[in-house]
């Protein structure tokens, strides 16, 4: 499965069966599509609704129920308390995108 989200700035994140997120300029999806590991037989996420015309013509289906499109905090929280209890060290961010802060000393 794909997950193809809007990241806004005319870009896209997209994660392919649990692989680590990428960002891409909207306009390269074909680009990305044709690059990607394995060919996923389905595309979710609200980027895949907006660009359900790439993802068809690459030969992935976009589902047509919206519930297969957005975030479901109660399944995402099922899903967290069943995942085995580590140490909140462990837990990090996942950073896909750079900075949009600019340091003081590269200012000007």
Known sequence: MLVVQDAR??????????????VIPAADLDAALAALSAAPAVAVGDGAITHRDQLEAAGIEVPADPRWHAVDGL?????????????????RPVYVRGADAIPTSQRR
């Open 9 to 22: 700035r005319r870009e896209l994140f997209l994660t392919l069966d649990g692989d680590a997120p990428q």
């Open 75 to 91: 399944a995402l929280a099922r899903s967290g308390a069943a995942m085995p209890v580590g140490s909140p060290a462990d837990v």
